[in-house]
């Protein structure tokens, strides 16, 4: 570890951060302000790294540092504008072409009030999903098709749908 990047690391109890670990073991954890790689961002955002690269063909304005061999650094508003995109994508439902759009009207930002996206915006969303996916095989044996996969978004509100029943559950147990 360099010594410009002992700065951005902090100690971290394990009990804060994983469930039923020991408190008296502790882990290092980036800073706020520190730059992430492009693994640490996929995984936060939830999105592969492949799209990732994709998007910084598709918008300019994110822009990681890029070092030896390749390696992607995001800086802290990258991972903020990326985060809002993905928001963008997929789960308010704006095409690419939308959030390039909304990009370029707000001078390369993202403004916190977007409106929702027209049915137009919507329906060519859909398209562009249903273009972006294989086609599905249509089997000659009696056996069902393939389920398809479930989206990011659709996987994380079964999620919270779950968490939420917990919630609730617990709430009814309270006094």
Request: hydrophobic share 40%.
């Amino acid at each position: 570890m360099t010594l410009g990047a002992e700065r951005h690391l902090q100690q971290v109890p394990l009990d804060m951060a994983e469930p039923g670990a020991e408190p008296a073991v502790l882990r290092l954890r980036k800073a706020a302000g520190a730059f992430r790689t492009i693994s640490e961002v996929a995984d936060e955002l939830h999105i592969p790294q492949h799209v990732l690269r994709f998007w910084e063909t598709k918008f300019p304005q994110v822009k990681p540092l890029k070092r030896g061999g390749g390696r992607r650094y995001y800086r802290p508003d990258d991972i903020s504008l990326l985060r809002r995109v993905s928001d963008l994508l997929y789960i308010q439902g704006y095409t690419i072409k939308g959030v390039q759009r909304l990009l370029r009207e707000g001078g390369g930002r993202l403004a916190d009030d977007i409106p929702p996206p027209t049915d137009a915006e919507r329906a060519a969303a859909e398209a562009e999903r249903q273009q972006a996916e294989p086609p599905q095989l249509t089997l000659l044996s009696p056996e069902p098709a393939p389920a398809r996969r479930p989206t990011e978004a659709e996987r994380l509100r079964a999620v919270l749908t779950h968490v939420l029943a917990e919630l609730e559950t617990l709430r009814a147990k309270l006094p």
